[in-house]
């Protein structure tokens, strides 16, 4: 069983810089896949960011150029470090885990005031 629990969420101003952290509660940690995924009210879920098992990156358009995800194996962690945030990254943001099935964290809101 896959739990996922993410923290670090909160209000920040537009500009500003929030860091999002996921503690992992799985075994062979390092053999997933991670992520961040966004809700918005009417919106469909979005994929931020992805990290690999290989720890290759991949980011969608909006995280481009201002968000950065990491991993700590050892720590069964994954961060997003989010910098330069807009009133549009205003969501709930999802811890996500991926190897063979895929799974989601309850999330941790992010709202970016103007």
């Known amino acids: 069983q896959v739990q996922l629990v993410e923290s670090g969420g909160g209000l920040v101003q537009a500009g500003g810089s929030l860091r999002l952290s996921c503690a992992a509660s799985?075994?062979?940690?390092?053999?997933?896949?991670m992520g961040w995924y966004r809700q918005s009210p009417g919106k469909q879920r979005e994929l931020v960011a992805l990290?690999?098992?290989?720890?290759?990156?991949w980011y969608g358009d909006p995280a481009k150029g201002r968000f950065t995800i990491a991993r700590d194996n050892a720590k069964k962690m994954v961060y997003l470090q989010m910098n330069r945030v807009e009133p549009e990254d205003t969501a709930v943001y999802l811890c996500?885990?991926?190897?063979?099935?895929?799974?989601w964290g309850q999330g941790t809101q992010v709202i970016v005031s103007a």
């Open positions: 996500y885990a991926r190897r063979e099935r895929e799974y």
């Open positions: 990290i690999s098992s290989s720890d290759s990156p």
């Open positions: 799985v075994s062979m940690f390092s053999l997933y896949d």
